[in-house]
């Protein structure tokens, strides 16, 4: 990403966000050459606190790419909130509606576009109890379908000493260590020109969140756990549930 390219309004952003981050935060970045320097991307992190859209934005700008998040469609149509959105290039969603299939094309025609868009394909902050990755939703899987886009892992710790999700606590001294990694593409060519049925995007996510676990024990040091579900705590590997077809991933979570 050309920086004088910019435009005010992303400046803007950045020169009111990252300052407070560099203070706030010790980053540990690697990685980063694994994010190509241009082009239509998909970046899926796995989510662990609030304050990880924060991190993971830091950690995409630095690699050299605007970080595009999907929004709720409700927020564009805030007063100011949603004009500034549009400006810094944020992606509207719509989650569980009729308007589901309208929002993925629209993710689609920003990867086309050369975006960078960032997915959390959990949906939510993960619900696992030591904050392991938990089973992903099929949003990503679909819209990589679409594009035929590079589908980049990334794995963070250290956010949730920012905001602990479980606690609740929020913790503003600085110099927190943030270590954040990505891996190389997810491997996705055996369903190449396949329809999006349930099965195969199943059969993805499960392919995308294993590769974004195995960072995180990386990152952890820790041998990693199964995927773990809602419904079972824990489920054998290659096992897929709990898929849903939006496009499912937001900036920042509310109420969830």
């Known amino acids: 990403m050309a920086r004088r390219r910019l435009g005010f309004w992303r400046r803007?952003?950045?020169?009111?966000?990252?300052?407070?981050?560099?203070?706030w935060t010790r980053r540990e970045w690697s990685g980063q050459q694994h994010l190509p320097p241009a082009g239509?991307?998909?970046?899926?992190?796995?989510h662990i606190s609030h304050a990880d859209p924060l991190v993971s934005a830091h950690y995409v700008y630095d690699a050299?790419?605007?970080?595009?998040?999907?929004?709720?469609?409700s927020v564009f149509k805030v007063p100011v909130v949603g004009w500034i959105?549009?400006?810094?290039?944020?992606?509207?969603?719509?989650?569980g509606t009729v308007d589901a299939a309208r929002s993925l094309d629209e993710l689609v025609a920003a990867v086309h576009d050369g975006?960078?868009?960032?997915i959390y394909p959990e949906g939510t902050t993960t619900r696992e109890p030591d904050l392991w990755p938990m089973r992903g939703k099929t949003g990503a899987a679909r819209l990589a379908l679409a594009t035929g886009a590079p589908v980049v892992p990334v794995a963070m710790w250290g956010p949730e000493q920012i905001f602990d999700p479980r606690t609740k606590k929020v913790d503003l001294r600085p110099g927190l260590r943030m270590k954040?990694?990505?891996?190389?593409?997810?491997?996705?060519?055996?369903?190449?020109?396949?329809?999006p049925s349930r099965a195969t995007l199943d059969q993805m996510t499960e392919e995308i969140?294993?590769?974004i676990r195995d960072l995180v024990a990386e990152l952890r040091g820790q041998d990693p756990p199964p995927l773990w579900s809602r419904e079972a705590g824990a489920a054998p590997r290659g096992v897929a549930r709990d898929a849903d077809a939006d496009a499912d991933a937001r900036p920042q979570e509310s109420g969830s």
Do not use: F
């Not at 239509?40 to 796995?46: A, E, F, Q, S």
């Not at 975006?115 to 960032?118: E, G, P, R, W």
């Open 85 to 95: 959105l549009r400006r810094v290039k944020q992606i509207p969603v719509e989650r």
């Open 40 to 46: 239509g991307l998909i970046i899926v992190p796995n």
């Open 209 to 211: 969140m294993l590769r």
């Open 180 to 195: 954040v990694t990505a891996g190389p593409p997810v491997d996705l060519g055996r369903w190449a020109g396949a329809s």
């Open 115 to 118: 975006a960078a868009v960032i």
């Open 12 to 23: 803007l952003v950045v020169l009111l966000v990252k300052p407070p981050l560099v203070v």
């Open 64 to 73: 050299g790419r605007w970080p595009q998040y999907l929004a709720k469609a």
